[in-house]
């Protein structure tokens, strides 16, 4: 879009039917998304899931096989790169090496023939707070320093959507840190819709405000960080952010307001509300840090989950908390976070422990596991729970 | 790594700089070479150019003298060559370049997915090196001919008059030049295309520059050592070059060039002052240009 103007604010981006296949794989299944104004949005998965496929889509560095991308209700799916109010922090920073930081920064400026780059250019890289290196060539900054030219570079083009591709992951993780926050102070300040892709669970949850989970080329569920943590609706989900504790079995109650699973003999109920079905063979699941350990024989009461006796076979001490793993024979290894209020680990490996937590914290997962093939793929979502079982299974036939 | 974070700076500072004699010996041969193979001849090229005949003597006898007329006499009598040989130098350098920057880009930069015609192209560029270069511009010769088909085909097509001719005119001898020098001009442009960052052309795009203006603004600046290796390996042999010119070759009465006069005044007519003054001119002419041609293309690293 040569206009030279800027966009007057974000726009909305929107994804409708979008599929992207290269030959041999598909990379994009099925996506249907919408990123409202403004917002910042992370998606979020492992490599290979087609996040940045996703991105490269929105770009135009890439044509969709089918579907539709729409930016600010504007049809821009047969549109170039050039013509398109998007602008993307690359991965490997992509700054020309011939010029100086300066003309980086205003290359885009210059291209839509905006009056005053140089200002606008300096404006932006103080912005970043690298004024002071204007004149530079960009293999004589550090990562850090590159990282941010190309942040100001995009940043500068005010586009109605900023696309950032795991910009953090060449940074060490202070930097990171830092480099978290001051991206997040600037999309405040610009008021830019952010499109952020990453692979860094805690990145995009700290960063963004909404987060989708991206799996085998589909959205795998898509929320407000804390809502994708407290209640995850796949096992990919579950395991992907943050850790969980599964089990599998069939339902074999149910109450007004929630359901009993049989995992091997041991009663678990999870509330109705926060599973997602509610017959059957379900998977239900426990954040580690939600698990308390108890030492002695717990109360049996309805409000809460106990499984045990156990042995503890792992402590490992890393400074806030401490992880526990234990052995429940017929159940498998659950693993229990806890905060240290005391002084160093209270608990201590081999000990006899049983584990509990509330009923509310508990959650029911969507995927159904007797779908799961035999020989699953090891990021397949569905199979994660199942696997667990059969090998705890084999573990102990074998023993 | 805590106690590198305090050696950093000083690390290289440390490495001491010992007068090492074996890079010396090993120097010496290279040194012994061009001084016996550069320095001597030019020195006795440039007393040979201010020689003056010998009163009374045979045709070809010299002595040595400061007659510095020879340069003056060279520019008078043969400025108009002077001036030919650089225009046609010029101009195939231009046409080597239109030419080979496409077909360079190609395999550098589109090819890069199939390695295997990446390769065959690249053969099919160096190639034509394995047979003479005499032999394949008497070829150009006998396939340009007034009896060759492309010049009898041409003329049934009324695309050429009937009683023109195409060898012997300065188009044949440019387009002969054009032709030998390509695949100097195209290996040194595909030896950078073939590193350059194709992510760098998406960032162009990403930053609202049309396709065209990637390609002035991000590919020719970045390729633009290899643009300099590639005009000066075709430029400056191309000035001194006396095959394509030649009347046995491609050129005609009219398209003498320095080489072709040099070559007369020294084999001929065997004036070896005025051939002597016409090489250091050439050679000076060559050298100012390349260092202005450098200087403004701001690559002055490569000299």
């Known amino acids: 879009m040569a206009s030279g103007a800027f966009a007057e604010s974000g726009a909305d981006l929107e994804l409708v039917g979008l599929k992207k296949r290269f030959p041999g794989f598909t990379a994009i299944e099925q996506l249907d998304l919408t990123i409202p104004a403004g917002s910042f949005f992370a998606l979020l998965g492992p490599s290979g899931c087609g996040k940045t496929t996703t991105l490269r889509l929105v770009a135009g560095l890439e044509e969709p096989t089918e579907g539709t991308i729409l930016i600010g209700g504007k049809d821009v799916t047969h549109l170039k790169p050039y013509q398109r109010q998007v602008n993307t922090v690359f991965q490997s920073y992509a700054l020309f090496p011939h010029m100086t930081v300066l003309e980086n920064v205003a290359f885009g400026l210059r291209r839509r023939k905006i009056s005053d780059p140089v200002g606008k250019a300096h404006e932006a890289l103080r912005l970043v707070e690298l004024d002071h290196l204007a004149l530079r060539k960009p293999q004589q900054l550090s990562g850090g320093q590159q990282q941010r030219v190309a942040l100001a570079r995009a940043v500068v083009n005010r586009p109605a959507l900023l696309l950032l591709d795991e910009p953090l992951g060449a940074l060490d993780l202070k930097l990171r840190r830092q480099m978290q926050l001051e991206l997040k102070s600037i999309q405040g300040e610009v008021g830019l819709t952010f499109l952020h892709v990453t692979h860094d669970q805690e990145e995009a949850m700290t960063m963004a405000d909404t987060v989708a989970v991206m799996n085998k080329g589909r959205i795998e569920q898509l929320g407000a960080p804390a809502d994708l943590y407290e209640l995850p609706r796949t096992a990919f989900v579950a395991n992907f952010l943050g850790q969980s504790n599964l089990f599998t079995g069939d339902v074999v109650g149910t109450t007004s307001t929630s359901i009993t699973v049989d995992v091997e003999g041991v009663k678990i109920t999870v509330p109705k509300a926060r599973a997602q079905r509610h017959a059957g063979e379900i998977t239900v699941g426990i954040r580690p840090e939600k698990v308390s350990l108890l030492t002695s024989v717990p109360d049996q009461d309805s409000a809460t989950n106990t499984l045990g006796p156990g042995r503890v076979v792992d402590v490992s001490f890393s400074g806030v908390s401490t992880q526990y793993i234990i052995a429940i024979p017929g159940i498998g290894n659950v693993v229990v976070f806890s905060q240290n209020l005391g002084f160093g680990s209270v608990i201590s490996e081999g000990a006899e422990v049983w584990v509990a937590w509330q009923v509310d914290h508990g959650f029911g997962l969507e995927d159904d596991p007797s779908d799961a093939s035999r020989f699953p793929a090891d990021t397949d979502t569905a199979t994660i729970a199942v696997q667990k079982k059969r090998a705890l299974m084999s573990e102990l036939e074998g023993a | ?303």
Do not use: C
């Not at chain 2, 400025?79 to 880009?105: D, K, M, N, Q, V």
């Open chain 2, 1 to 303: 790594m805590a106690f590198g974070a305090f050696a950093t700076g000083t690390a290289q500072e440390q490495a001491p700089r010992r007068k090492s004699k074996i890079a010396l010996i090993l120097l010496l041969p290279g040194i012994l070479y061009l001084a016996l193979f550069f320095l001597v001849p030019l020195v006795s090229l440039v007393i040979t150019s201010f020689q003056q005949p010998i009163p009374n003597g045979d045709i070809g006898e010299y002595q040595t003298a400061f007659r510095w007329e020879n340069y003056t006499d060279a520019i008078s009598l043969y400025g108009e060559h002077i001036l030919r040989s650089f225009f046609y130098a010029i101009l195939a350098t231009i046409f080597a370049l239109l030419f080979s920057y496409p077909l360079a880009y190609f395999i550098g930069v589109k090819a890069r997915r199939w390695p295997l015609l990446q390769n065959l192209m690249l053969v099919l560029v160096i190639a034509p090196f394995f047979i003479s270069f005499l032999l394949r511009t008497l070829a150009w010769k006998s396939i340009l001919s007034d009896e060759s088909i492309v010049i009898t085909g041409l003329k049934a097509l009324a695309l050429m008059a009937p009683d023109a001719h195409f060898t012997g005119t300065a188009s044949a001898v440019i387009f002969g030049l054009t032709y030998n020098f390509i695949p100097f001009m195209t290996l040194p442009l595909y030896a950078t295309l073939e590193r350059l960052d194709t992510r760098l052309l998406e960032a162009g795009g990403d930053l609202y520059a049309r396709p065209a203006v990637t390609f002035f603004k991000v590919t020719v600046p970045l390729s633009m050592s290899g643009i300099v290796s590639g005009v000066l390996l075709t430029f400056i042999p191309a000035a001194g070059d006396y095959i394509n010119a030649g009347r046995d070759f491609l050129g005609g009465t009219g398209t003498a060039m320095m080489g072709n006069v040099i070559e007369s005044n020294f084999l001929v007519t065997l004036n070896y002052p005025a051939a002597a003054s016409l090489s250091i001119i050439l050679m000076a002419v060559i050298l100012v240009m390349v260092v202005v041609y450098v200087k403004r293309s701001g690559t002055e690293d490569l000299l």
